[in-house]
């Protein structure tokens, strides 16, 4: 019995499941195009070629918004409908309209299934939302290499 609470307690001060460079989100947060608005490490995007993304490492959002949010988009903002089904199979902000287009309002990029976006969402869940300031090995991780000059900041 202590021997199975000991390997409980260091199962839970492990962290998360994935290490920040093998977490199966991360490729699809830099291929959805994340970064380009919420910043690297969801730090808040500051582009000029791209809006400005909120911070996603402060506050907490559950499962359920962030699955709609990168589902659906947010009509009438920047923030795309990444699902491939959005708004034609899968009903986003009341509508659903299988052989009409979208409405003006949806940025509709529609480009990665259900499973793409739970595990973009399960990496935000794991990897970005709440976890304060960035760090290096967390910088390193995302870039690739320590001496990436954002990771030199840090």
Same mark, same amino acid.
């Given at each position: 019995?202590?021997?199975?609470?000991?390997?409980?307690?260091l199962? &839970? &001060?492990?962290?998360?499941? @994935?290490?920040q +460079?093998?977490?199966?989100?991360?490729?699809?947060?830099k291929? *959805?195009?994340?970064?380009?608005?919420?910043?690297?490490?969801g730090?808040?995007?500051?582009?000029?070629?791209?809006?400005?993304?909120?911070?996603?490492r402060?506050?907490?959002?559950?499962?359920?918004? %962030?699955? +709609?949010?990168?589902?659906?988009?947010?009509?009438?903002?920047?923030?795309?409908a990444?699902?491939?089904?959005? @708004?034609?199979?899968r009903?986003?902000a009341?509508? %659903?309209?299988?052989?009409e287009?979208?409405?003006? +309002?949806v940025?509709?990029l529609?480009? *990665?299934?259900?499973?793409?976006?739970?595990?973009?969402?399960? @990496?935000?869940?794991?990897r970005?939302q709440?976890?304060? +300031?960035? =760090?290096? =090995?967390?910088c390193?991780a995302f870039?690739?290499?320590?001496?990436?000059?954002?990771?030199?900041?840090?």
């Open positions: 019995m202590m021997r199975a609470l000991t390997l409980l307690t199962l &839970l &001060l492990a962290g998360p499941a @994935y290490p +460079e093998a977490h199966p989100g991360l490729a699809l947060w291929a *959805f195009g994340c970064p380009d608005c919420h910043g690297a490490l730090q808040g995007g500051a582009s000029v070629e791209f809006p400005k993304g909120p911070n996603l402060r506050g907490y959002q559950d499962r359920a918004f %962030l699955t +709609e949010m990168v589902s659906c988009g947010r009509p009438g903002t920047p923030m795309p990444f699902l491939d089904v959005a @708004y034609t199979q009903m986003c009341g509508w %659903l309209r299988p052989n287009p979208v409405p003006p +309002e940025n509709r529609g480009v *990665f299934t259900a499973a793409e976006v739970a595990a973009v969402v399960q @990496y935000v869940l794991d970005i709440g976890m304060g +300031e960035i =760090s290096p =090995s967390e390193a870039y690739g290499d320590a001496g990436h000059p954002d990771c030199a900041r840090r």
